[in-house]
Structures are given as C-alpha cells and as structure tokens.
C-alpha cells in the first residue's frame, strides 16, 4: 500500500509502493491566465469586430482601410501564436530511486538530463536569488525559471533535502501529511 501524497512547498512526495522508493517531484509552469481555447475565442472576437467596422467603411469608400486591418489582424495572429508556443512551457523535475531527472520544455521542444543522486549538485548559478544549477557528470542544467527570484532559494534547499532521503523518511513516518513542514527550513 502507498503512503498518502505529502504536500511540499514546490513539489509533491509520494511512495509508489511496496518495493519501489518514493517519488519526489516538482513542476515549475508560468502562470497563464488565458487558455488556447479562450485565446481562439478572443483572437476570433477580434477578427470579426475589426473586419466588420473595416468592411463598412470599405463600403463608405474608403478602400485601403480593409487591407491595413487585415495586416494588423495578421501581426497580432503571429503575436498570440508565439505566446501560445511558449504557454506551455514548464520544468519537471522528479527524483526516483537512484535518478534525478530534469526535463525542460521550450515551445514544444523537450530537454531531459539524468543524473545519479549521489553525483548531483544543486546550488544558485551565480548568487542568492539566480537561477538553480543542477550538475554532475559533466553536465548542466539551469532549474527555476518560473519562480520568483526570492523562492529559488528555498527550492534548492526542498530538492537537496530530497537527494539526501530527508523528504523519504518523512513519507514513511506515521506522522500525517498536514504536520509535515518542509518550507520552513533554513
């Protein structure tokens, strides 16, 4: 039987059963307030607005105002497609058994970097507030891009508690999920 999921600052802590060690694992995602489906509906509104009052006054004789609002319809269509390849954008970070995993994703495009646990190093690139560098054997990733500045410390410090099996002992202790405070170390 698996523990209860435990609640983390950042992240989320469950066991995945009898024989297999817990699964830590956070998800960094920027916060968009539109959906793709809201975005269509909006993009679509604004079609239909702008080329009505432009027809009517294609009508009235004013003949080039059509195609200057078709050219600006076609700027902001490119302008809400490039924010639409990048709303999905995201870090996934798990650690399972013996296996720190980052995956990356950029407009569609995935980067997955394994490391061993034992081997890992998480610490800011370049000082208190920057980006996580998470590195080992030879690689690089660069962790944190969708979180404040002040909260990257302490994501650090979740994920380095984590590599340590801290986070591990606590899902196995009888101790309820809502008296287990992670977020409050220094």
């Not at 294609?58 to 609002?69: I, K, R």
Request: glycine share 8%; proline share 5%.
């Amino acid at each position: 039987m698996s523990n209860p999921a435990l609640k983390l600052r950042f992240g989320t802590l469950r066991a995945q059963g009898d024989h297999d060690a817990p699964l830590v694992q956070w998800q960094l995602k920027p916060n968009c307030s539109v959906t793709p489906a809201q975005l269509v509906q909006f993009y679509a509104s604004l079609c239909v607005v702008s080329l009505g009052i432009s027809a009517f006054f294609w009508l009235q004789g004013a003949l080039m105002v059509l195609p200057f609002a078709a050219l600006e319809l076609l700027a902001v269509g490119v302008a809400l497609l490039v924010y639409a390849r990048h709303a999905r954008d995201g870090e996934k970070i798990f650690l399972q058994g013996t296996q720190l995993v980052v995956e990356l994703q950029t407009a569609g495009r995935t980067e997955r970097a394994e490391f061993f646990r034992d081997w890992v190093r998480v610490e800011p690139k370049s000082g208190d507030g920057s980006l996580i560098e998470v590195s080992g054997q030879g690689r690089t990733v660069v962790v944190g891009r969708f979180l404040r500045p002040e909260l990257r410390p302490a994501l650090a410090r979740e994920i380095r508690l984590a590599l340590r099996g801290w986070l591990a002992q606590e899902a196995e202790s009888p101790v309820s999920s809502s008296s287990v405070k992670i977020s409050g170390l220094s």
